[in-house]
């Protein structure tokens, strides 16, 4: 399952790809075009997400990934939003495709 999202406001664009086994993420990868915080912000949460079950991965907010990177300041933060962003997308794809 890939999903795309972007940043209408910067530009960033994220796409996420996710290979489901038996309700947990296996192996997660990201394409990002953008600014340095949303690229690091995809590769933190594409470490985060693999091994976790999607319940666990609806856990992962903007705001955590941010404390994952150190705490990013307001000007930066669109970049964590972009990639939870972009699960949230990835969660809503797959729950509507097994329905």
Do not use: W, Y
Not at 28 to 49: H, P, Y
């Amino acid at each position: 399952m890939t999903v795309e999202v972007s940043n209408p406001v910067c530009g960033d664009i994220l796409k996420l790809s996710a290979r489901i086994v038996d309700e947990r993420i296996a192996e997660t990868r990201f394409l990002c075009r953008g600014c340095t915080t949303s690229i690091a912000s995809a590769s933190v949460l594409t470490e985060e997400l693999r091994g976790r079950s999607l319940a666990e991965a609806r856990a992962i907010t903007a705001e955590s990934l941010s404390d994952m990177l150190g705490g990013l300041p307001p000007a930066t933060f669109h970049g964590a939003q972009l990639a939870a962003d972009a699960v949230r997308a990835l969660l809503q794809n797959l729950s509507s495709t097994s329905r």
